[in-house]
């Protein structure tokens, strides 16, 4: 094939291509507060909901964060989102497995569950980050019922992104969106450390 004609093959593929987005462009019609739910084991779900709320507040939306598990370190996003004017809720125990006292568990994590619902009734909150609260249902610390009642009944306009490994079937069926992230490879793996920045 000489030069000319791979160009040309190459126009025709794009055209096609752009008249097929365009056209499920045109065909998506509906405006809407969007489930979203970032599951898997790989890394990344915490930062893809950080991300969209960074997104958000650079639209000058109302964002809102609760974080269901609290790490050992510092959080970067909420470093620089607070300064941003978006309010945290961070649960107020350290890592499940590493507190190992359940009743204090449960208490800090229906504490933020009530301020979820709160954030879940205000229809002047544009975007919520429910940060690792698949573990919080697993464990049962949270009613699911309560869980999928409080996301069905919340304002149409307002999106939710929840994050966290082993999201259960109900909530993933009841989203708009969801993506799992699946590890390839991890440098903790190879004995590296978490960093600062990168991490957390
Ligand atoms: P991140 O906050 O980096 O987006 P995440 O939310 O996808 O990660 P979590 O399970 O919440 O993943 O993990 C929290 C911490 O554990 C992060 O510091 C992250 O880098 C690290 N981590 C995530 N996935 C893995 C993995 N597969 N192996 C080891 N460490 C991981
Ligand atoms: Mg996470």
């Not at 964002?63 to 370190?73: D, F, M, N, R, S």
């Not at 954030?119 to 464990?139: A, F, G, H, K, N």
């Not at 996301?151 to 999106?159: D, G, M, S, T, Y």
Request: glycine share 8%; charged share 25%; with cysteine.
């Amino acid at each position: 094939m000489s030069n000319e004609q791979d160009k040309a093959l190459h126009k025709k593929r794009m055209q096609n291509q752009k008249e097929k987005v365009d056209q499920r462009i045109a065909a998506a019609q509906e405006d809407k507060g969007l489930l979203l739910v970032i599951t898997g084991n790989g890394k990344g779900k915490s930062t893809s909901g950080f991300g969209t709320i960074t997104r958000a507040v650079g639209h000058g939306l109302n964002a809102k964060v609760v974080q269901y598990v609290k790490g050992g370190w510092e959080c970067g996003e909420r470093n620089l989102l607070e300064k941003n004017g978006v309010e945290f809720h961070v649960m107020g125990t350290g890592f499940t497995w590493e507190t190992q006292d359940k009743e204090s568990d449960i208490k800090a994590a229906q504490a933020a569950w009530s301020y979820s619902k709160t954030l879940l009734q205000d229809p002047s909150v544009d975007v919520i980050l429910l940060d690792e609260i698949t573990y919080m249902v697993t464990y049962k610390y949270i009613d699911l019922d309560e869980v999928l009642a409080a996301l069905n009944a919340r304002p149409k306009a307002q999106h939710v992104v929840v994050t966290g490994r082993a999201c259960h079937r109900s909530i993933i069926e009841l989203a708009d969106t969801v993506s799992e992230v699946r590890p390839v490879k991890h440098a903790f793996d190879n004995g590296i450390k978490a960093q600062r920045g990168i991490d957390w």
